[in-house]
């Protein structure tokens, strides 16, 4: 088991910044990949971020491309996402998530990830 425990969640206006935080225990050494989604009311969940934590490699949703930033801290097993210049459409909940096996082509898919946070709450406000 990965538990996972996000913060750093909270309401800002349109134009500011906030930074998401999402530290893992427990067996992290069976996990490749950690990111981030976030659903909206009313919407499906969607992908916004991913870091392969031992590759390296790191993708980010087209709507997040400039504003939004994964890194992570290795020794604190922690993921971070930096998001800058937010718009009312972000406004969502922000679940961090860990996957076992995660292909690099499908590191949008939900289904591909085991393990997941309880959210934290975004709101932009205009």
């Known amino acids: 088991q990965v538990p996972l425990m996000e913060s750093g969640g909270g309401s800002v206006q349109a134009g500011g910044s906030l930074r998401l935080s999402c530290v893992a225990s427990g067996s992290t050494y069976s996990t490749n990949a950690m990111g981030w989604f976030r659903q909206a009311p009313g919407k499906e969940r969607e992908g916004v971020a991913v870091i392969f934590t031992t590759a390296g490699w790191i993708f980010i949703a087209d709507s997040a491309k400039g504003r939004f930033r994964i890194s992570q801290d290795n020794a604190e097993n922690t993921v971070y996402l930096q998001m800058n210049s937010l718009t009312p459409e972000d406004t969502a909940k922000y679940y961090c998530?860990?996957?076992?096996?995660?292909?690099?082509?499908?590191?949008?898919?939900?289904?591909?990830?085991?393990?997941w946070g309880q959210g934290t709450q975004v709101t932009v406000s205009s």
């Open positions: 998530a860990a996957a076992i096996s995660l292909y690099r082509t499908r590191w949008w898919d939900d289904k591909n990830f085991a393990y």
